[in-house]
Nanobody, 115 residues
Framework: QVQLVESGGGLVQAGGSLRLSCAAPGRAFSQYMMAWYRQAPGKERELVASITSNGNTIANLDSVKGRFTISRDNAKKTVYLQMNSLKPEDTAIYYC????????WGQGTQVTVSS
């Protein structure tokens, strides 16, 4: 069973920043490509950004390029998402998972951006 624990979400005004963290303690973390996904109300889950096992990053969503940065610490089995210049349309529950994703998901962390 996969254990993914996301944290760091919250309520922030437009233009603000948040840093999300995701711990994956029970996995051979370093060998996997990891990613952040998000799901807004009434919408399907989408892939936001991903990072290879050796740290190469991909901003999968055009709307977050230049604003969001994904990173990882393999020793801590943790992946991060630094989100700057947040917009109301970034409001969603954010999840981390592998690429391709495991079938099990964590509880996610809620990000709410007010205008």
């Amino acid at each position: 069973q996969v254990q993914l624990v996301e944290s760091g979400g919250g309520l922030v005004q437009a233009g603000g920043s948040l840093r999300l963290s995701c711990a994956a303690p029970g996995r051979a973390f370093s060998q996997y490509m990891m990613a952040w996904y998000r799901q807004a109300p009434g919408k399907e889950r989408e892939l936001v950004a991903s990072i290879t096992s050796n740290g190469n990053t991909i901003a999968n969503l055009d709307s977050v390029k230049g604003r969001f940065t994904i990173s990882r610490d393999n020793a801590k089995k943790t992946v991060y998402l630094q989100m700057n210049s947040l917009k109301p349309e970034d409001t969603a529950i954010y999840y981390c998972n592998r690429v391709p994703n495991w079938s099990d998901w964590g509880q996610g962390t809620q990000v709410t951006v007010s205008s």
